[in-house]
């Protein structure tokens, strides 16, 4: 099975301190450019997150504070890695939920402006659970008949769930072979921002998604209580979240 891709497709998978999208950082990424024509290109890269890595973060992916002291910031690499997946749609395993939130928070800590409005997102993770219920060294052993050696490193996670996204391909019929497809497929719901505190409706409507307000539309809250702007923006909401509101709330005043 080959990947049907127009654009090329990076797979990427990150080591955090932690799994708090807010203030969590990463310590490791790795990503794997898969081209149209097939060709792959491969990069793993330890981060120092400037801070401590706790101990129970470690024992799950065993890079410690010493492993991590004399690399690279994120501000210092962020550049370099917005290039390389300058174009390119992204796929991960709980990629939506938690990596794709995370990087985008570190790209805007950078202050690197990456555009990933337009990108298509494929979680492995979401099509897997949708068929089976597993998680992923559980569905590298049932779609690849192979063992997960290595688990929870970022590079064996990263090559493991392309293998078995190209394995869900040739075991589903119902699964186009088309990254669009795959995207819609893999997603629960359609966010505004990356943490999904907002998300479109069935009328393309950007409404809250937690809360007091949920469901009701951000443009209707913000006219009936404008301070909860404020308190969202004093909040411990990512930055990504809060951008994304503010970029409704001036689109809307600038149409008065």
């Known amino acids: 099975m080959k990947l049907n891709l127009k654009n090329p497709l990076v797979f990427f998978d990150l080591e955090t301190t932690g799994t708090n999208i807010n203030t969590d950082r990463i310590v490791e990424i790795c990503y794997l450019k898969v081209h149209p024509n097939g060709n792959e290109e491969a990069k793993t890269l330890r981060i120092n997150p400037e801070m401590h890595i706790p101990e129970e973060a470690s024992a799950v992916h065993g890079i410690y504070d010493t492993d991590v002291a004399d690399c690279p910031t994120f501000k210092q690499v962020a550049r370099n890695i917005a290039n390389d997946i300058e174009g390119c749609d992204l796929a991960g395993f709980n990629s939506n939920r938690f990596d794709i939130p995370v990087l985008a928070e570190e790209f805007l800590r950078a202050g690197v402006d990456i555009d990933m409005s337009r990108r298509k997102f494929i ?28 688990a929870h490193t970022a590079e064996a996670d990263t090559r493991a769930t392309y293998e078995v996204l190209m394995s869900q391909l040739d075991r589903y019929p119902d699964l186009q072979n088309d990254v669009k497809f795959l995207s819609d497929f893999s997603s629960f719901n359609k966010n505004v921002d990356f943490a999904g505190r907002m998300i479109y409706d069935e009328q393309g409507v950007e ?50």
């Open 123 to 150: 979680d492995v993770q979401v099509i897997f659970h949708k068929m089976e219920q597993r998680t992923l060294s559980a569905a590298y052993k049932f779609y690849c008949g192979k063992n997960l050696e290595d």
């Open 207 to 256: 409404i809250f998604n937690f809360g007091k307000y949920k469901g009701m539309p951000v443009v209707e809250v913000l006219k009936r209580d404008p301070g909860y702007y404020s308190w969202i923006l004093n909040s411990d909401f990512t930055l990504n979240t809060k951008a994304m509101l503010t970029k409704i709330r001036l689109r809307e005043m600038n149409q008065k």
